[in-house]
């Protein structure tokens, strides 16, 4: 039988080099590869059905290299681009430039062909809660909080806040994709990732990366390096945490199942058992270090707490609470996510003490 051939932009990157993983362990995919970054696939670079090609993604040049290999294509997905909120405040300029900017002539170029443009948007489209605007309100009416693929209303704060350049960007993106559906028939796959935590997820500054990363990151950095975890903000705010082995689940069951998954937009998240405030979440982390190192100090690592302004710098503001819908990919796809939040950090945490902790 033929193999499926699909195009990934971004193959080197956190989703990337996992999804990538799991079409090559199938054996029925071929992938032309584009990243400049591929030591997180290093070990699949031998492998005949992946084909790297060394373009920087976030680039207007991009496009036409990715052109002559529509034709016979299964897909094009999607996956690189600026999605760390340090940036979104410090460069936004960058953050709507990678978002949108650079990347809608992939749409346009997808649309000229009929490829099926398999895009990662984000939760961070629907923007806060209905029930953050409503004073009293605490999150008991689900209809306010909820997110519903199809449904839900965005709600981005001010534009002043630079916080929403990315949101914006993303949603745009997801705009003009729609459009091109209506107008030139572009088929298409949206999905919005809820806080995908996995083996390889950003970088560790000063080891293998500059900046400042997502969470999971930033808390591992203070654990491997003596440092205090940042709380911000009081670490209210909620986010829910999905493995990335189940998130990639979804991702496969998409692409083997187009006639289902085309034409729709996804939330992919773990609403049942990830669900967790930031709080919550450094203190099981650092229990969590605890039982992998063994060291029983850990379970008292320092906390401190920080504004928003001060981590980030002006113009941050947080998304409250993202509780996904996924009556959509349960339906559709038969999907659901397996892995219970402290088995994912476990394994994403003993991948970085494996990496840098030793
Ligand atoms: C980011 C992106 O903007 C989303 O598009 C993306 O979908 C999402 O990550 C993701 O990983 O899926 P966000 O969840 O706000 O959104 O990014 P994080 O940097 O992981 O922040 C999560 C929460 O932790 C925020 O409340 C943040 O203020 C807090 N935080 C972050 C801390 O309390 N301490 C830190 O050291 C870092």
């Not at 030591?39 to 680039?59: A, G, M, S, W």
């Not at 998409?254 to 930031?278: A, C, H, T, W, Y």
């Not at 980030?312 to 659901?336: F, H, M, N, T």
Request: proline content about 6%.
């Amino acid at each position: 039988m033929g193999k499926k051939k699909v195009v990934i932009l971004g193959c080197g990157g956190f989703v990337g080099s996992h999804l990538t993983e799991r079409l090559l362990a199938r054996g029925d995919y071929e992938i032309e590869g584009f990243d400049t970054q591929v030591t997180k696939i290093e070990q699949h670079l031998d492998n005949p059905r992946l084909r790297i090609h060394e373009v920087y993604v976030d680039n207007e040049t991009t496009v036409p290299e990715i052109e002559p290999f529509l034709d016979d294509c299964h897909a094009v997905i999607s996956l690189a681009a600026v999605c760390t909120p340090s940036q979104y405040v410090s460069n936004p300029v960058h953050t709507i430039h990678s978002n949108f900017i650079h990347a809608y002539k992939l749409i346009d170029l997808c649309a000229k062909h009929k490829s099926w443009l398999f895009h990662t948007s984000t939760c961070e489209v629907y923007g806060r809660t209905l029930s953050s605007y409503i004073p009293g309100e605490d999150y008991t009416n689900p209809a306010l909080y909820e997110q519903v693929e199809d449904e839900t209303p965005l709600v981005m704060g001010p534009t002043v806040n630079h916080r929403w350049s990315y949101a914006a960007a993303k949603a745009l993106f997801e705009r003009y994709v729609l459009a091109h559906n209506q107008e030139t028939g572009l088929p298409f796959t949206i999905i919005r990732p809820y806080n995908w935590f996995g083996p390889k997820m950003d970088f560790i500054p000063g080891r293998d990366g500059e900046g400042v990363p997502r969470v999971l990151a930033c808390f591992m950095t203070a654990l491997l390096d003596g440092q205090p975890m940042q709380l911000v903000d009081g670490g209210e705010a909620y986010r829910t945490i999905t493995y990335i082995d189940d998130a990639v689940d979804a991702l496969e069951a998409m692409l083997e199942n187009p006639s289902k998954s085309k034409n729709q937009i996804f939330n992919v998240g773990n609403r049942e058992d990830g669900e967790i405030k930031m709080k919550d979440l450094a203190e099981l982390m650092r229990q969590t270090y605890a039982e992998i190192t063994g060291d029983e100090s850990y379970r008292q690592h320092p906390i401190e707490q920080i504004t928003g302004e001060k981590f980030y710098g002006g113009g941050y503001e947080d998304c409250d609470r993202r509780v996904p819908s996924i009556e959509k990919a349960q339906r559709l796809l038969g999907w659901e996510p397996k892995t219970r939040l402290p088995e994912t950090l476990r394994r994403t945490m003993a991948h970085y003490h494996e990496a840098y902790g030793r």
